[in-house]
Each structure stands twice: as C-alpha cells, then as structure tokens.
C-alpha cells in the first residue's frame, strides 16, 4: 500500500459504513474523518452554527452546504500525519462537492486513491435504521433485539446510556434514503467511470464484507 492512501465510503443509512470505518481504524490503523459525525456534534451545541445546521439536518433534513463541509474537512486533515491511512466518510455527497474534496485533499498532497460503497437497498435502511440505537460517547452502533434488549441499554465500554438519532424514525429513513439516491449515487457513478470504485454488498456478515474492502485496500 502506498503512503497517504486515502479511500472515501459511501453508503446509504444503515449500509454499516461506521462498522467498516471502525475495523480499518483497528486493523490497519487508519484514520476516520467522519463529517457526518462532526456536523451531529456541532448540531447538538447552542451556537448560530449548531442551530443552522440542526435545521438543516434535523428539521428539513437536507445537506449542509459545501462551505461548511470544507471547512469540517479542512480541519480533520490538518491533524493527520501525512503517512497514515485516511477514511473520509461523509464527503463528497454530492457532484458538486467532488471538486472540494480533491482539491482539499490536494493541499495536504493527498487523492481519491479508492472510492468505497457499501450498496444497500432502501426497504433493508429502512429495516436497519429502525432498531439502530448509538453510544452518544463513541458513537458505536447497537441494533435493539440483537445486542440489546432492555429500554435503558447502556454502552458496555463508555458505560453512558444509548440512544437513538432524532432523524432515525421510518420517515427521516425514508428522506435520507432518497436524498442519498438523488445526490449521492451520482457521486458513486463518478468514482466508477473513474476506474477506482470498489463496490461491496451491504448485507452480507460485516467481518466477511471487512475481508473484501481489507483486501482492495491492503492491493494498493
């Protein structure tokens, strides 16, 4: 692998983008910028950004504009060592941010060395998302019924109570879904007529999915 690699993942919700960005953190000690997880935090405060941007995600729940976008990825990469593995999650989610994002990446002498997508269809979303609870602390993902099963479930690592996303509902599903179809899979066909798109089924085991995205990445 060469140095500076960088990958973005796409992905619809509930595709397990955050499982796949967590096993290349653990195993090839890679770096994760996840924008989305950025912009949720800075939602959450009680500043004229934070409140724009909960609008914007919360209540009409569309994407923030390029600007803010820049300015979270900008911020993210100037921390990374030059050498080290960067997984961008959240950017570009749309035609027009692609421009951004490479000539982002070209000031820290970095480019789109894979493009990741995790496809997954929007009634399996829909499915997903609706029994997904988060640990509000390490922002790992928990499904109700599988790792969970009591009301007031706790994070076993953080020991913080779990909780579920406010556009985590079937409708809030539904609407990111479709914007993510509209604006979103453009982004993935241009990373295929490209030539470095690396598609993946989002059903299958997440260790075995691992295993397809470990092996493109490590090849190059």
């Not at 290349?24 to 934070?50: C, N, Q």
């Not at 479709?178 to 993946?200: I, S």
């Amino acid at each position: 692998m060469s140095t500076a690699f960088t990958a973005i993942l796409l992905g619809p919700p509930g595709s397990g983008k955050s499982t796949q960005a967590n096993f290349l953190v653990k195993e090839l000690e890679a770096v994760h910028v996840d924008i989305g997880l950025a912009l949720r935090k800075t939602a959450e405060m009680s500043t004229p950004l934070g409140v724009r941007i909960s609008d914007i995600m919360n209540r009409r729940k569309e994407l923030v504009p390029d600007d803010i976008v820049e300015e979270v990825l900008s911020g993210a990469l100037a921390s990374v060592s030059p050498d080290r593995l960067v997984i961008i999650d959240g950017a570009p989610r749309c035609s027009a941010q692609i421009g951004i994002v490479d000539a982002m990446l070209k000031i820290f002498e970095r480019k789109v060395d894979a493009a990741i997508y995790v496809a997954l269809s929007e009634k399996e979303s829909v499915r997903r998302i609706s029994r997904r609870w988060m640990c509000p602390q390490c922002n790992r993902p928990f499904v109700r019924g599988a790792d969970f099963q009591e009301e007031n479930a706790m994070c076993p690592t953080c020991r913080v109570r779990l909780l579920r996303r406010k556009d985590d509902t079937e409708e809030g599903v539904r609407k990111r879904f479709q914007v993510f179809a509209l604006n979103t899979l453009p982004v993935v066909e241009h990373y295929r007529k490209e030539g470095n798109l690396l598609e993946v089924d989002g059903t299958k085991d997440p260790v075995m999915l691992f295993g397809d995205i470990r092996a493109h990445v490590v090849s190059h």
